[in-house]
């Protein structure tokens, strides 16, 4: 077994003295000789890594190793997200310091790290937390501020009337406190948003020139959400049905269908609610809007929960009929979206039919299909809608189509969804095609001064404070006399003060709120008494520029030097989990854009290539009602069958994500101690392709174990010094060709980070030279370079072993001519009327008559060819030899 307990400790203390993985930004790289590889940096969670965190920073590292075998300067940096909620919940708990339990926690995540080999230069580690990092993002901030793209408004939270605080979306768990388990409402309070609706469309139109998973530019461009529609006024009415001064506006994708609008909905939250409550349906209202106020977007907007509203007493007037709309009220409409109000289409829309079905309100249908204008035409979509548009010019033309056609003009027992097709019962809408409707109503509603064309995102600006303690202050004095004020750059950064209590306010203020001392200053601009800004950054805040601090973590006169950022920028490989593909990449992307805009740095983009390393899942048991049970509630009653050790109740064993309550964790730390690192490196790499999901098996772990001793046994044996490229002894010839093929392979994929074939092709070496009584010392030295990016810590010691004083970081990629991984020979299927039928073994260069000779001696040939006439034998050279037999 090799000495794992003595190498890695070794090496590992060997890399930290020597600096070995440090890099500078060396001018004699040419641009495309230069990689910046980022992993994405973890929270110091009290938890420390479990086996799922590892396989994404071995992949970075393998390939860092990889390109600097190959001559790139690689920038590999690592720190930690470090603000964060569970750290202040814990604070507010115990009284202990929210710095004291992060920098603790930074440090056994940082043992962990190192324990696995990992190539980070730590010189350029950072912590978001410490004053001289968030020093810049209060910076970055104040530039957002400048650019108009930082204001205030009263937006709603989630509030604990137990805890009096505000709670994350996190801690609220099926509507209920986290913390204590009280009901949780809403509380609408002061907040700083973001205006990152300002780049929706540059954040859509940068997202194709990206080399990303196709899947995460989908789920970032359904979260823009950008759609072209109109907003149309419906004035609204008063009790006599008289227009009055007011109007309330919604957007619509389809406003060619105003005529089958039969209601109105308003969100809860809507600022017309009481003026557009009468008195009769007051205490209704009231009642509702108190009720939504404790549901989530998510419960509201539900499309499977029974649809519930109340009637407001008021009506709005239909812009294109002059029709009275009765205005409503429903939680499944967002103020957050459009205008927080809508015209209900409910013929043509699935929501706004099951409401009209509840409520028993009006359905209008106002668009045919295709399909239905076709069977006008006897199956001609062309001449039924001529019909149609003909019958549209002549009212009494068109009521004889109506009662013909009751089931193409009038609506179905089902809600049939507005795709395109052609309007009816639109009055000069109808017989126009969909495209054509819209212009034409969008047209009219400008020339009336009672709509327009606007265009309109699901993206919400964001939400950017929050009512905590532990995150980067927030940089602004609010001044009686001259309003908000920035604090002066050069008295950046604003730092935390350091206190005892952590407690909430009460009043859904952060605890900040309540420390006179800090709150209580001067106004930077006229000198007066003012208050310091009580709100604190998201944890997003850090973790949205964190990949350029690393390029120039330790400069204190900006939050990086230009020349150095255009050196490495952008990143070239990112790699993380698909959990974050929406949030945390497109609020990079927006603050990288904002800081591109004002010429802080050199590239429109952070992010050229991003990969999703698939979850690393363990095994579970669930019981016949699909209820999860932990593994230590199971026993084996025979091979592969499973029973709750308590109940007796048969157990299914399936996969499932790690978890605490399933006791399903697998600890790295104890993986390590038994096996090693570098066999739990290697042993992730080989489960499967890197971004596919894999469940953990120990066993699989204790059989890369083994290869790894096989690799060390290997190392003992007698090291010859036979020329490789000259002639050699049947098994060395042989050796020879299996060695240029693994390092052919493993160099293709290495580079194209398919990790698990590169290992499996090591194996196939390793496998065939154990069995030879020495090795040509050659050879050895290029596979142990391969090896040592996989494995560097038994790498640097079989390089050792080799003689060499310095480590082989930087040694230069083995190579070896192509021409010894040619095949002497192949397998060459023979197709009888396009079926296998048999095979045969002959020279890769064998020429066609020899192929077609060797394909009739098969059996095979003799079999199917017998007493039958053959038509034609077509050989392919190096592939097949196809035979057609009449």
Known sequence: MYPFQNIEPKWQKYWDEHKTFKVTEDSTYPKNKRAYVLDMFPYPSGAGLHVGHPEGYTATDIYCRYLRMNGFNVLHPMGYDAFGLPAENYAIKTGTHPAETTFKNIEHFTQ???????????DREVRTCTPDYYKWTQWIFLQLYKKGLAYEAETPINWCPSCLTGLANEEVKEGHCDRCGAEVTRKTIRQWILKITAYADKLLEDLDGLDWPESVKLMQK????????????????????????DKLTVYTTRADTLYGATYMVVAPEHKLVPRLTTPEQKAAVEAYVEAAAKKSDLERTDLAKTKSGVFTGSYGIDPVNGALVPIWISDYVLTSYGTGAIMAVPAHDERDWDFAKMFNLPIIKVVATKEEIAKLGDGDEKKGAEILAAAAKNPAEYKKLVEAHPDIFNVADVCTSAKDGYSINSEHLTGLPTKKAIASIISFLDEKGIGKKAVNYKLRDWVFSRQRYWGE?????????????????????????????????????????GIDEWVNCTCPKCGGAAKRETNTMPQWAGSCWYYLRYLDPHND????????????????LYVGGAEHAVLHLLYSRFWHKVLYDIGAVSTKEPFQRLINQGMITSFAFQNKAKSLIPVDQAVETAPGVFEDKDTHEPLERIIAKMSKSLKNVVNPDEMIAQYGADSVRMYEMFMGPLTVSKPWNTQGLIGVNRFLDKIWAISEKPMTDDDIKGKLDKDLASLRKTYAKTVKKVTEDTGNLDFNVAISQMMIFVNEASKLPAIP???????????????PHLGEELWEKLGNKESCAYEQWPTFDESYAVEDTKEYPVMINGKLRAKFEAAANADNATLESLAKATDGFKKFTEGKEIAKIIVVPGKLVNVVVK
């Open 777 to 791: 010392k050659e050879m050895w030295k290029g596979f142990v370079l391969m090896l040592a990016v996989y494995a």
């Open 112 to 122: 962990q790290i190192k324990a696995l080999g990992f190539s980070y230069d730590w």
């Open 222 to 245: 359904n979260w823009i959400g950008r759609s072209e529609g109109a907003e149309v006024d419906f004035v609204i009415a008063d009790k006599d049905g008289k227009p009055t001064n």
């Open 557 to 572: 006169k900006a939050f990086v030097d230009s020349e150095i950022e255009k050196y490495w920028m952008p990143v070239n």
């Open 473 to 513: 202050p927030i940089p602004l004095v609010h001044c009686p006399k001259c309003g908000t004020v920035p604090v002066p750059e050069d008295q950046l950064p604003l730092e935390l003060p350091n206190v005892k209590t952590y407690q909430p306010t009460g009043t859904g203020e952060s605890p900040l709120a």
